[in-house]
């Protein structure tokens, strides 16, 4: 197994730790016994029925075995782009077998009112939320991406894109200013080719980015000029909102000449919380920090005495609509574990009919007679 190799697509000890001795060909026996081998690989993308992988010995289609398709309860379950996966060969490509446990995923809740978690990139060690700065420049939006970044082990990186349309940059970076949190901020025009350079460092050898942000804020431009080539379509936003059409419809890892790993992501523009690790404390520590001096431990901040928070808002040090973001995606997140709960009971009980079929099937002591 070249792990040289592997480590250009993203491969580390986190990874390497969950081989066991089949998956590398040996069966634990007290004489071991050849088996073949299981391969690493990395989703580059997924289709209708099958998957498009890198691996060592560079770019081959995957499709699931019966078992993992058997063994996965909900589409969370399936790979996604990035993730990594153990394969067998077969005649014309791999049989995934399994998918390796992920050390970072940006997920969210399905569209619709099914309650299923869908991964839009896995295994990302930076984040960059991009945003136009046009009509689409909205801080209530970065805010909610910026909550789930956190969430997803990932780092977040905030990209301000087309810079030459702000006549006035200074009131974008003010009214970005009380959401950002130490967040990283770059102010680029990938049209221009201005600011580049800065995404560029992060591009280093089996480092992953992935790129979200709505239709029409330039992901595939960006990602276009990073890698000195036309990879992903472009098109022209709407006039009056700045709203795009989606030119991406799908995920997709792709290499750039650095090294680095680029995911362009379909635009979201509603992204509906998926979290079940999620915390308040990382995107709001400007709030939490100014909670726990309140008179009351159970302080709404509301006009209770003794309140840090409003006295903050009143002298101005703290903004009134970031602690009303606050309390929105409290509710979100009490929300979303009333929900998780509620299915966790329900596949508990389709669970418990299987097993009392299986336990009625089984023999009896009238069967012996």
């Not at 619709?112 to 689409?136: K, M, P, S, Y």
């Not at 580049?196 to 460092?201: C, G, K, P, R, V």
Request: hydrophobic content about 40%; aromatic content about 8%; overall charge neutral.
């Amino acid at each position: 197994m070249d792990f040289e190799a592997l480590k250009a697509l993203g491969w580390r000890a986190h990874f390497a730790d969950q081989l066991t001795q089949e998956d590398s060909g040996l069966k634990p026996a007290r004489t071991p016994a050849r088996v073949p081998a299981r391969v690493p690989a990395r989703v580059v993308r997924e289709d209708v029925n099958r998957y498009h992988l890198l691996y060592e010995g560079g770019a081959a289609f995957g499709v699931l075995s019966r078992r993992l398709r058997g063994e996965s309860a909900s589409r969370g379950d399936l790979p996604a782009v990035g993730d990594w996966v153990l394969c067998t060969p077969a005649d014309q490509g791999f049989v995934i077998e399994r998918t390796l446990a992920r050390f970072s995923k940006f997920s969210r809740k399905v569209a619709g009112d099914r309650f299923e978690e869908q991964v839009v990139a896995a295994n990302i060690d930076t984040v960059f939320i991009v945003t136009g700065l046009d009509d689409n420049f909205s801080p209530g939006r970065i805010e909610r991406y910026l909550m789930l970044a956190f969430s997803s082990g990932a780092t977040p990186v905030i990209v301000l894109n087309k810079a030459d349309l702000a006549d006035d940059l200074e009131k974008y970076l003010e009214r970005l200013a009380p959401i950002v949190m130490g967040t990283p901020v770059h102010v680029i025009s990938a049209l221009e080719g201005d600011g580049l350079a800065e995404l560029e460092s992060y591009m280093q050898e089996g480092h992953t980015v992935a790129l979200l942000g709505s239709s029409g804020v330039g992901k595939s431009t960006i990602i276009n000029a990073i890698l000195g080539y036309q990879r992903f379509d472009t098109g022209e936003v709407r006039q009056g909102d700045s709203r795009g059409r989606h030119t991406t419809t799908f995920r997709e890892l792709c290499v750039a000449d650095t090294g680095g790993l680029l995911i362009d992501t379909p635009g979201m523009r509603e992204i509906q919380i998926w979290a079940p690790d999620a915390s308040l404390a990382s995107s709001f520590e400007d709030v939490e920090s100014l909670a726990m001096r309140c008179r009351f431990t159970d302080c709404a901040h509301e006009s209770e005495p003794g309140c840090a928070v409003r006295e903050a808002i009143e002298s101005g040090d703290l903004e009134e609509s970031r602690l009303r973001s606050y309390k929105k995606f409290g509710k979100e997140l009490e929300h979303f574990a009333e929900k998780q709960d509620a299915s966790v009971r329900a596949e508990r009980k389709v669970s418990r009919k299987k097993f009392t079929k299986t336990i009625r099937k089984r023999p009896t002591k009238r069967d012996l007679s």
